[in-house]
Nanobody, 117 residues
């Protein structure tokens, strides 16, 4: 079973930046075609924010385009999410996982991002 550990969240003022990390226990792209960062805001469902595909291509939701950048490193055992110009509406718990995720997908603990002045 693949283990996922997210970190890097915190409290930041609007306009600030954070870099999230997702360390995986295996070479994730040997297992999955795509990985992504998801987020779950208070009282809402978990939504896919960005995807990085095995060939390195990426996709973003419109709300984060131009502000967030997903990347991978360390023999593809770490996935990063660089978040710039953060907004209060980016406040959420952020998770990484395979794309698409299904009902049986196991989630890590996530990392809390709070954007507030």
């Amino acid at each position: 079973q693949v283990q996922l550990v997210e970190s890097g969240g915190g409290l930041v003022q609007p306009g600030g930046s954070l870099r999230l990390s997702c360390v995986v226990s295996d070479n994730i792209f040997n297992l999955y075609y795509a990985m992504g960062w998801y987020r779950q805001a208070p009282g809402k469902g978990r939504d896919l924010v960005t995807t990085i595909i095995r060939d390195g291509s990426t996709n973003y939701i419109d709300a984060v385009k131009g502000r967030f950048t997903v990347s991978r490193a360390n023999a593809e055992k770490t996935i990063y999410l660089q978040m710039n110009n953060l907004k209060p509406e980016d406040t959420a718990v952020y998770y990484c996982n395979r794309v698409p995720a299904g009902p049986s997908t196991i989630w890590g603990q996530g990392t809390q991002v709070t954007v507030s002045s």
